[in-house]
């Protein structure tokens, strides 16, 4: 995603140590001197800085929420439809009629199309490893999660709304399943059909969260910078609390 998001913990090591080097510096230097009160502001400018990262990375949280629960609509869509379809095909499809066999082509055709929700993972995978702290590794991670970003992003809904669960052919064939006493089974694959088009609902929207989440990855960085900054600037700190102790 950036070098800032796939080094992170490299990043704050980093930090500490060269805000080590530096408090060791101004050990060097007498009470009072300029240096310590250049330190002091340090402190004091990088910990605001860090209360707005704050306020941004609960903003960020509260978009990555949004995408989360729109994960589980999907999945819960998932399952409704998994059970619509499964219940349709046992009860009329072993032997199909004439009638039937439109009906029960389409059931099987959406069944296959919903393979597509093997890549609802990702997005909540993703979201997690992409916050900060949450995923720090000094080695490797980076082309995995790169990986899973690139995929995430290419995933296609244009792909997902060209399967429709209701058309001409199945049009037909409710009908005449109404016109010979059938009504029930017409009513029944009216419900599945309508169980694949709330999952595909869901799944677009789910793909729009994304999108906008991906959109505001800056407030991760600010994010990350932040805390490099503080642990840049808190060795100055303790060691001026350690130095007036001793």
């Not at 998001?5 to 510096?25: E, K, S």
């Not at 999907?74 to 379809?85: I, Q």
């Not at 296609?156 to 006493?181: C, M, S």
Request: aromatic share 10%; charged share 20%; net charge negative.
């Amino acid at each position: 995603m950036s070098f800032l998001l796939d080094n992170q913990l490299l990043i704050i090591l980093g930090a500490v140590a060269a805000g080590t080097l530096g408090w060791l510096f101004i050990l060097t230097k007498p009470a009072g001197h300029r240096a310590w009160r250049v330190a002091d502001f340090i402190w004091v400018i990088l910990g605001g800085f860090g209360a707005v990262a704050a306020v941004m990375a609960g903003l960020y949280r509260a978009d990555t929420a949004r995408v989360e629960r729109q994960i589980d609509l999907a999945y819960a869509a998932s399952r409704a439809f998994d059970r619509d379809a499964a219940r349709f095909r046992l009860a009329w499809c072993a032997a199909p009629d004439a009638l039937l066999l439109p009906l029960c082509d389409k059931a099987d055709y959406l069944s296959a199309s919903t393979a597509l929700n093997r890549d609802l993972p990702l997005f909540l995978d993703i979201t997690h490893m992409a916050a900060p702290l949450q995923r720090l590794t000094l080695f490797g991670g980076a082309e995995e999660m790169a990986g899973m970003t690139e995929e995430a992003d290419a995933f296609d809904t244009q792909e997902i709304l060209a399967f429709t669960a209701r058309d001409e052919a199945t049009g037909a064939a409710i009908e005449a399943l109404r016109a010979n006493g059938r009504a029930p089974v017409a009513a029944e694959f009216q419900v599945l059909a309508m169980s694949y088009e709330e999952l595909i609902s869901d799944v677009v929207a789910l793909k729009e969260e994304w999108d906008y989440l991906r959109s505001r990855t800056i407030f991760l960085k600010i994010q990350v910078l932040a805390l490099a900054l503080i642990a840049f600037a808190a060795p100055f700190r303790v060691g001026k609390s350690l130095s007036e102790i001793v």
